[in-house]
């Protein structure tokens, strides 16, 4: 298997083979060796181990974020943030190590001691995509160390290169077997599931729905972070130029490859001039080589994935949708996409209910806010949606109305704070939350204890 650069297609960053179901089973039993010992160590030990994890990252950012630039065509600038986020997540569950691991309960009868308690699980599988090849494994790999466990991960074949890179960062400061990589596709990611003690996944909603499946089969615990159709609903008493240039970036940026990118701008009647400006704001985004720092939008991640973005938007023109902004085919080697816009579909249209992934976004109307919660509410997927106002009013009713993981005023639909929990509804997500402190609770399995003085009678 290979992963080329989406900017320069002849330049083949990684070259390897796909591990077989036999080498992932005995990596995970090596793993569970290693596991056992890991989680015998004092905690402030454990502690320390993960703040030089974040050190070594730290003394690597810049191999980082070039190798993420070439292998995935992340803009310089968002990549090497990327990195930055991935250094803070360490030093978070550094120190996340040492917080309470249970909770201590009344006594039942006055004398007994009742309390719970958290334990590691045992071995993570983590399949991760390409498109936050330094962050996603990280928010993975550094909840899973912190409480105990050991961790095997799967990488996308596309992020192969940068994930071997992280991976012998953190082998140079863990123990032996407690963190190792197995590269491949589908096959290796089956496997892994078949075998790991717990599952997290972040991909597509086809690919995640079999491997909740098959974690079901085999009863272990798995969360599935999957794909988005997020809207931004604009208000006429909106900072209207701020607004633009928020969902430009956040529907286009990195090419619209996130899953919390913003897919739907539904503009609420009177907010007529937003559009010009949303319409100037995405043709001023600098559409470029990814290695340029003034670039926000690169290429797509393959040839298939272009393909698939001018179809979609191809199928929008079909489905009555109009091209108020790009549209057009890029010249030249690399897979890039121009941002485009296409208003005037309905809300059932293909470019309003499916995940393109890609810089494409549709732009919708509604008579009023009730229309557009309606309108944003109803998609499969449900993982961010955000509005913009300056009426306290409409700013609460939005929050308690959108049904979405996450739910932000004046604010864009991608970025996330890696301390806060993340992961949405239906279609997006699967099991329990991700990141921040949210993370104990699926790292972890509680017991609860009970001690009674020697000689009570019941
Ligand atoms: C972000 O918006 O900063 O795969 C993170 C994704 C999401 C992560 C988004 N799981 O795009």
Same mark, same amino acid.
């Given at each position: 298997m290979q992963s080329v650069s989406p900017q320069r297609p002849s330049e083949v960053i990684a070259t390897f083979s796909e591990t077989s179901p036999e080498t992932v089973a005995a990596t995970v039993e090596a793993a569970r060796l290693a596991q056992r010992s890991?989680?015998?160590?004092?905690?402030?030990?454990r502690a320390r181990t993960l703040a030089r994890a974040a050190s070594e990252v730290e003394a690597a950012a810049r191999d980082l974020?070039?190798?993420?630039?070439?292998?995935v065509g992340k803009p310089r600038l968002e990549m090497a943030s990327e990195v930055q986020r991935g250094i803070a997540i360490l030093q978070y569950y550094a120190g996340a190590v040492l917080d309470p691991e249970g909770d201590a309960l009344p006594s039942p009868d006055g004398k007994s001691l009742l309390w719970?308690?958290?334990?590691?699980?045992?071995?993570?599988g983590l399949i991760t995509p390409w498109n936050f090849p330094v962050a996603i494994p990280l928010w993975k790999m550094?909840?899973?160390?912190?409480?105990?466990?050991?961790?095997?991960?799967?990488?996308?074949?596309?992020?192969t290169a940068i994930a071997q890179l992280l991976g012998d960062l953190l082998q140079r400061c863990l123990p032996p077997g407690l963190v190792q990589l197995v590269p491949g596709g589908a096959v290796t990611g089956a496997a892994l599931v078949e075998t790991a003690d717990l599952v997290s996944f972040t991909g597509s909603s086809s690919v995640g729905a079999s491997i909740v499946r098959q974690g079901a089969e085999r009863q272990?615990?798995?969360?599935? *972070?999957?794909?988005?159709?997020?809207?931004?609903?604009v208000l006429p008493d909106a900072d209207l130029a701020s607004a633009a240039s928020l969902i430009a970036a956040s529907a286009m940026g990195y090419a619209g490859q996130k899953c919390t990118?913003?897919?739907?701008?539904?503009?609420?009647?009177?907010?007529?001039?937003?559009?010009?400006?949303?319409? *100037?704001?995405?043709?001023?985004?600098?559409?470029?080589?990814?290695?340029?720092s003034l670039t926000t939008v690169g290429p797509v991640i393959t040839e298939a994935a272009r393909e698939r973005a001018l179809g979609a938007v191809e199928l929008g023109r079909q489905e009555g949708g109009r091209v108020i902004a790009g549209g057009q085919p890029f010249a030249g080697d690399g897979y890039f996409v121009e941002p485009t816009l296409v208003a005037g579909l309905e809300p059932s249209a293909h470019l309003c209910q499916e995940e393109v992934f890609a810089p494409v976004a549709a732009v919708l109307t509604a008579r009023d806010l009730d229309e557009a919660i309606e309108v944003a509410n109803g998609v499969r997927f449900g993982l961010v949606s955000s509005v913009y106002t300056s009426n306290l009013d409409a700013a609460m009713d939005s929050l308690s109305r959108l049904q979405t993981g996450l739910v932000?005023?004046?604010?864009?639909?991608?970025?996330?704070?890696?301390?806060?929990?993340?992961?949405g509804t239906g279609a997006s997500g699967y099991g329990m939350k991700e990141q921040g402190k949210a993370a104990a609770a699926f790292y972890t399995k509680s017991q609860t204890l009970t001690i009674a003085p020697s000689g009570s009678s019941s």
């Open positions: 890991w989680a015998a160590l004092p905690a402030p030990e974020t070039e190798l993420g630039i070439a292998e719970s308690r958290r334990h590691a699980q045992g071995v993570a550094a909840p899973a160390l912190a409480y105990g466990n050991a961790v095997v991960l799967k990488p996308a074949p596309a992020a272990i615990p798995v969360q599935a *972070e999957m794909g988005g159709q997020n809207a931004s609903i990118a913003t897919s739907r701008v539904i503009v609420v009647e009177g907010a007529s001039r937003f559009l010009e400006a949303l319409v *100037e704001a995405v043709r001023g985004l600098r559409v470029s080589d990814p290695g340029e932000r005023v004046n604010a864009p639909t991608s970025g996330v704070d890696f301390y806060a929990p993340f992961g």
